[in-house]
């Protein structure tokens, strides 16, 4: 069984760095293009970032690009998300979510429970 | 960019009555790109179909995707209460952009 469990999430000032961890299991993670997606609340979903198979490869929404950094460690079956200079509307829940397959086009076949990342005004 | 644009915002019906759930992209999009999502309320998203209309496993046959080029549509043909959710659209092939959700709620 596929399973992604985020951890990192919690209370940070405007300005202020968060990582988020996403360990996974039940899959082969090294074989698989891996997505942060997140939810204001009360509001949709909205893609940004994914990385490919062996971390080479990193993409960002315009949203969040040059404050968020994307990781992966095979090794330790772990993707993550350094999340640097974070604004209020950076507030969400945050989303692990797997690739179909190891490169484009992939839709996202499973995903993490989500942790909260809350930035106050 | 490609936007995906949803509709209706919010569908109140009965169980039992079927459901049609519209997505429309602003530029013709690959009928091989085309994913839908249901998430209730303190869950994780569940994809339901990819590639516009092959269901995802252990979807049950009520749920049926369809459509092409800048039109696709989600239908539930039974709505059971477990099936009260709010459904996004994303396409993946290249934008990755998700629509803004459509809520099925009990009438």
């Known amino acids: 069984e596929v399973q992604l469990l985020e951890s990192g999430g919690g209370l940070v000032q405007p300005g202020g760095s968060l990582r988020l961890s996403c360990a996974a299991s039940?899959?082969?993670?090294?074989?698989?293009?891996m997505s942060w997606v997140r939810q204001a609340p009360g509001k949709g979903l909205e893609w940004v970032s994914a990385?490919?198979?062996?971390?080479?490869?990193?993409y960002y929404s315009d949203s969040v690009k040059g404050r968020f950094t994307i990781s992966r460690d095979n090794s330790k079956n772990t993707l993550y998300l350094q999340m640097n200079s974070l604004r209020v509307d950076d507030t969400a829940v945050y989303h692990c979510?797997?690739?179909?397959?190891?490169?484009?086009?992939?839709?996202?076949?499973?995903w993490g429970q989500g942790i909260l990342v809350t930035v106050p005004s | 960019e490609i936007v995906l644009t949803q509709s209706p915002g919010t569908l109140s019906l009965s169980p039992g009555e079927r459901a049609t759930l519209s997505c429309r992209a602003s530029?013709?999009?690959?009928?091989?790109?085309l994913a839908w999502y249901q998430q209730k309320p303190g869950q994780a998203p569940r994809l339901l179909i990819y590639?516009?209309?092959s269901r995802a496993t252990g979807i049950p046959d009520r749920f049926s995707g369809s459509g092409s080029g800048t039109d696709f549509t989600l239908s539930i043909s039974r709505l059971e209460p477990e099936d009260f959710a709010v459904y996004y659209c994303?396409?993946?092939?290249?934008?990755?952009?998700f629509g803004q959700g459509t809520k099925v709620e009990i009438k």
């Open positions: 979510a797997k690739g179909s397959g190891p490169s484009r086009p992939y839709y996202f076949d499973s």
């Open positions: 039940g899959f082969a993670f090294s074989n698989c293009a």
């Open positions: 990385i490919s198979t062996d971390g080479r490869g990193t």
């Open positions: 530029q013709s999009v690959s009928s091989t790109s």
């Open positions: 590639g516009a209309s």
């Open positions: 994303q396409e993946y092939g290249s934008s990755r952009t």
